[in-house]
């Protein structure tokens, strides 16, 4: 059973507007969320994470918002831009390690010109 | 600075053959993770290292699996013998501290994308 869960499996945007994907997980004990960005033929690269004593961070155009009553975490990407065009993998782990991440399945965001 | 540097990049085998995935790990980095990535079960950890000794194999699908650190900056993952399910991208990623007050973000390398005819 999948724990970590990203149920749009792609996205498409017009440059210039608010990307939002999205992610929801089961485990309660997750307190550390992480979103990564990933170009084909490449590993993914660390974006923007999260504690589960905030409910948003913030960097540059990257924000992440954390629902722990939800369960649900996004990542708001604004303006997009074409090379923002990638899969995003959404991330947690629990007992404040990073030591056995789950990931999701990820998303693929398409940023239009 | 150099990131992780996973080898070969591609490989291609026959069923039955060892197989041998390569990491180098960022230097200084004291813990070493290899992930799988499929299309059914997505990105899934294998293994993880900390100070070149195993700390949590738990992911390591079967007995035809084994990872090895002999020092602080080589870590290599044999499949013997190899069978076509294990066809796959095998990522390596390497990180200071497991902390997540640290903000020390996993750097993983470009994968070995492995096919096992």
């Known amino acids: 059973d999948q724990q970590v869960k990203q149920n749009s499996p792609s996205l498409s945007v017009q440059e210039g507007r608010i990307s939002i994907l999205n992610c929801d997980y089961t485990?309660?004990?997750?307190?550390?969320f992480l979103w990564y960005k990933k170009y084909p033929a490449e590993g993914p690269t660390f974006l923007i994470s999260?504690?589960?004593?905030?409910d948003k961070n913030e960097d540059g155009r990257f924000t992440v918002f954390l629902n722990k009553s939800a369960k649900h975490l996004s990542l708001h990407i604004v303006p997009s831009q074409p090379g923002d065009s990638a899969v995003y993998f959404c991330?947690?782990?629990?007992?404040?390690?990073?030591?056995?991440?789950?990931f999701g399945k990820g998303t693929k965001l398409s940023v239009k010109p | 600075d150099a990131g992780v540097i996973q080898s070969p990049r591609h490989e291609v085998t026959e069923m039955g053959q060892e197989v041998t995935l390569r990491c180098k790990p960022i230097?200084?980095?004291?813990?070493l993770f290899w992930y799988r990535q499929t299309m059914m079960r997505g990105l899934e950890l294998l293994i993880y290292?900390?100070?070149?000794?195993?700390?949590?194999d738990s992911g390591m699908p079967e007995d035809r699996f084994s990872a090895k650190m002999p020092n602080a900056s080589f870590s290599t993952l044999k499949i013997q013998p190899s069978e076509p399910r294990d066809s796959a991208v095998y990522f390596c990623?390497?990180?200071?501290?497991?902390?997540?007050?640290?903000?020390?973000?996993?750097?993983f390398g470009d994968g070995t994308r492995l096919s096992i005819l």
């Open positions: 990623a390497s990180t200071q501290s497991l902390s997540s007050r640290g903000n020390q973000p996993q750097h």
């Open positions: 485990n309660s004990m997750f307190d550390y």
């Open positions: 999260i504690s589960s004593i905030k």
């Open positions: 991330a947690a782990s629990a007992g404040g390690s990073q030591g056995n991440l789950i």
């Open positions: 230097s200084g980095h004291d813990y």
């Open positions: 290292f900390n100070n070149n000794v195993p700390i949590d």
